[in-house]
């Protein structure tokens, strides 16, 4: 597959401290998708680095939800919410971007979930499903129309914002060796790949882009 460096653009989702080892919501392997993201980004000119982004009170945190764990699911403001540990608190280390990840060419960096009682899976729209983050103005300001995804997690936050890219009419190409997914629920990641390539979402591997 091949890069178009003016109409499309590289989304760079969450590869933030806490969801590598050691982290807070670790992924497994999370780590390992900065290798392949790090020989990606010189091919764009569009980079977007996302940061999940929470206040310490926030709504998906199972420590703010006395009587609950985390993994359990709750409703909260008429919508289904996961609870999580702790996670990407606002000014945190676990927050910060994961050493080694290139982060220096990036144009924007877009911070989601940092309003207290709605949580963002997606880098395009609130898990409302209708509060926009304004990536999407940026994009199209831009004339891009292609939209490159890699980080965590593959069925979670690249998830989301892979099927929101699609409704929305961007052309949309997940880097398989680029993701990784938390699979909680087990089967989660088949599930979302399944999902994705219904929408008529691409998948490449790294190596195999021009
Ligand atoms: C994410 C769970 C909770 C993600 C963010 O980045 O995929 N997952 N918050
Ligand atoms: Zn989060």
Known sequence: MTIDADRGALLVVDVQNDFCPGGALAVPGGDE??????RLIPA??????????????????????????????????GIQQLLWPDHCVQGSRGAEFRAGLDADRASLVLRKGARSRLDSYSVLFENDRTTKTGLDGWLRSLGVEELWLCGLASDYCVFYSAMDARKLGFGVVVVRDAVRG??????GVDRAFEAMRGAGVRFVESGHVA
Do not use: K
Request: hydrophobic share 40%; net charge negative; proline share 13%.
């Open 33 to 38: 998708v900065i290798g392949p993201i790090n």
């Open 44 to 77: 764009f000119r569009h980079v977007v680095l996302s940061q999940d982004w929470h206040p310490a009170d926030h709504v998906s945190f199972a420590s703010n939800w006395p009587g609950h764990a985390p993994y359990e699911l709750v409703e909260a403001e």
């Open 182 to 187: 938390v699979d909680l629920p087990p089967g």
